[in-house]
Nanobody, 116 residues
Framework: QVQLVESGGGLVQPGGSLRLSCAASGIISSFNTMGWYRQAPGKERELVALTAITYAMPKYADSVKDRFTISRDYAKHMVYLQMNSLNAEDTAVYYC?????????WGQGTQVTVSS
């Protein structure tokens, strides 16, 4: 059973930074894709960043390009999302996601609130 556990969310002021972490129970190189999604109140869940061994470069939502960076640590089975220049529109629950052979796995989510 695959488990994804997020951490690192919290309250941050506009312009600030946070780094989210996702600990995977499996070997992350076995996943076809890994990424981060977010869901704001009253909105649908949306893709934030996606990475895969087959991608030359990670993929990002237009709204976070040049501000967010996704990275992986294969040795630690971790995936990270570095978020800089945060603004109120980034407020949401952030979910770690993985796909392996057509099966989707989700973490429980971590709340990110950007407010002064």
């Amino acid at each position: 059973q695959v488990q994804l556990v997020e951490s690192g969310g919290g309250l941050v002021q506009p312009g600030g930074s946070l780094r989210l972490s996702c600990a995977a129970s499996g070997i992350i190189s076995s996943f076809n894709t890994m990424g981060w999604y977010r869901q704001a109140p009253g909105k649908e869940r949306e893709l934030v960043a996606l990475t895969a061994i087959t991608y030359a470069m990670p993929k990002y939502a237009d709204s976070v390009k040049d501000r967010f960076t996704i990275s992986r640590d294969y040795a630690k089975h971790m995936v990270y999302l570095q978020m800089n220049s945060l603004n109120a529109e980034d407020t949401a629950v952030y979910y770690c996601h993985a796909n392996r052979n057509g099966n989707d796995y989700w973490g429980q989510g971590t709340q990110v609130t950007v407010s002064s």
